[in-house]
């Protein structure tokens, strides 16, 4: 036990000598944290918007004042007639209308053009004008867990799912293969140091500066980006860990296909990087992809993670609601797990 310890420490202060590598490690999360919170957003605002009416009654009064004090969205000028709104969304100079038809209640008028966006200006405008005794038929929306709309709640988790994917099977096995590499994995392998043990105790660095990043990750979007932890702490720790093993593990089995780093980097390219940024659910739902995406998306591992960090730390939810995806998660574990170790001995052999 004492070999193993002092391997892990040999190994920790290997990591910590390579400057660099800590600046990315612990650099890319703070960076992207703050620019998928601050730059890269879909967050509704300035909103230019036209006001079609012929009579500016109380009703039309209190929405137009409603809509003018939010931060969401800008009015621009009032007109007569929804053609001129038309036309001022075809020129490009107002993004959306309010059309108010007397004795026919509201209707609304949106730049279509990016689909997603005229969506959420059109949930945006129905929660911003709805008030407790609103008179405005159409208005009745009530947003759970996520009220105004902040792309933050959205972002966070799958940013935890990426990097702590990418941080623990790239670098894991890149460590490794760079040792077969430069030649030096024979020279550890003859070490008292039984030859698993070796490979745990490189693992076990990056199971640790897994969890610095995965903390600095939560602090920074509860006191940073003002997301929510609803959920029990205990088990967004308990998943992650699992999920860290589960990273670690595809490292390993990357490591045992690649003898070079370059090899090892673009195979977790392939394997992770794409994958994760493309079928996870991270950017597009995974609802909306074709149903053979969707069958592929179905092993990738941080589809399931993602999943459940926005269900635990958004919703709320108990491990009950996220069993179906823990359960994935440790049956993923287990396999390539064993899958790493089998095809490990039979290398050693």
């Not at 007639?81 to 309010?98: G, H, N, V």
């Not at 490794?176 to 076990?204: Q, Y």
């Not at 995965?214 to 003002?226: E, W």
């Not at 269900?311 to 069993?323: D, N, Q």
Request: hydrophobic letters at 55%; one cysteine or more; aromatic letters at 6%.
């Amino acid at each position: 036990m004492k070999q193993f310890i002092a391997f892990v420490i040999k190994e920790t202060k290997h990591i910590l000598r390579d400057k660099r590598t800590m600046l990315i490690l612990f650099g890319m999360p703070v960076v992207m944290m703050l620019l998928f919170g601050f730059a890269i957003t879909t967050d509704v605002k300035n909103v230019r918007t036209v006001v079609v009416t012929s009579e500016m009654s109380p009703r039309t009064q209190q929405a137009v004042e409603r809509l003018a004090q939010s931060e969401y969205f800008v009015i621009t000028q009032t007109v007569n007639t929804p053609r001129e709104a038309e036309q001022l969304i075809r020129s490009q100079k107002a993004d959306m209308a309010l059309v108010f038809v007397q004795n026919r209640g509201m209707q609304i008028m949106v730049d279509g053009s990016d689909p997603n966006m005229a969506q959420q200006w059109t949930t945006y405008a129905l929660q911003t004008i709805a008030a407790p005794n609103s008179q405005l038929s159409i208005i009745n929306s009530q947003l759970l867990y996520n009220p105004q709309m902040k792309s933050a709640y959205n972002f966070v988790p799958a940013i935890m799912g990426m990097l702590l994917m990418l941080i623990c099977a790239m670098m894991t096995s890149i460590s490794i293969v760079r040792e077969k590499e430069k030649g030096t994995m024979e020279v550890l392998l003859v070490s008292p140091v039984r030859p698993l043990m070796v490979i745990i105790a490189k693992a076990v660095p990056y199971l640790i500066l897994a969890f610095g990043i995965l903390i600095t990750i939560l602090l920074m979007a509860r006191f940073v980006l003002g997301v929510p932890l609803a959920g029990s702490l205990f088990w967004i720790l308990a998943v992650s860990t699992l999920y860290i093993l589960l990273a670690l593990s595809l490292g390993l089995l990357i490591s045992n296909v690649a003898q070079t780093q370059l090899v090892a980097l673009l195979l977790s390219a392939m394997v992770l990087l794409m994958p994760v940024v493309m079928l996870s659910g991270m950017l597009f739902p995974v609802e909306s992809m074709p149903t053979i995406l969707q069958w592929i998306s179905a092993i990738v591992p941080p589809r399931y993670y993602i999943e459940t960090m926005r269900k635990l730390m958004i919703m709320g939810v108990g491990i009950g609601e996220v069993a179906h995806e823990v359960a994935v998660l440790a049956v993923m574990t287990v396999v390539l797990l064993a899958i790493a170790l089998k095809k490990f001995k039979q290398r050693l052999e």
